[in-house]
């Protein structure tokens, strides 16, 4: 009668996963919001829909939103807006109203 209680042993892979899962941001919650949003240079959302603001990572996910959303107007990748171009110099806001501080 031996060999029920037998106790299980972890692979040294699996913890090495368990502990990446653990440790790595994989974007969900609040966490990743910004990354997800757009609003920081570098995050995932490339391309917005200049019709509904909806943000996508590229240009055929993009044509995929379109095709599904807006099936009536034509799809025209020259109008999508780049989120990670860099901003015009002219549009840079003072810090501080009425200073020209930068």
Do not use: W, Y
């Amino acid at each position: 009668m031996t060999g029920k209680a037998k106790p299980k042993k972890h692979t040294a892979k699996e913890i090495a996963a368990k502990i990446d899962a653990a440790t790595t941001n994989r974007g969900g919650g609040k966490a990743g919001q910004s990354d997800r949003l757009g609003q920081v240079k570098g995050g995932h959302a490339k391309l917005e829909c200049p019709l509904c603001k909806v943000t996508a990572p590229d240009i055929k996910t993009m044509q995929i939103h379109h095709d599904a959303r807006h099936p009536k107007l034509p799809f025209e990748p020259e109008k999508l807006n780049n989120l990670h171009a860099s901003p015009s110099e002219s549009s840079s806001k003072p810090g501080i109203r009425g200073s020209l501080k930068k």
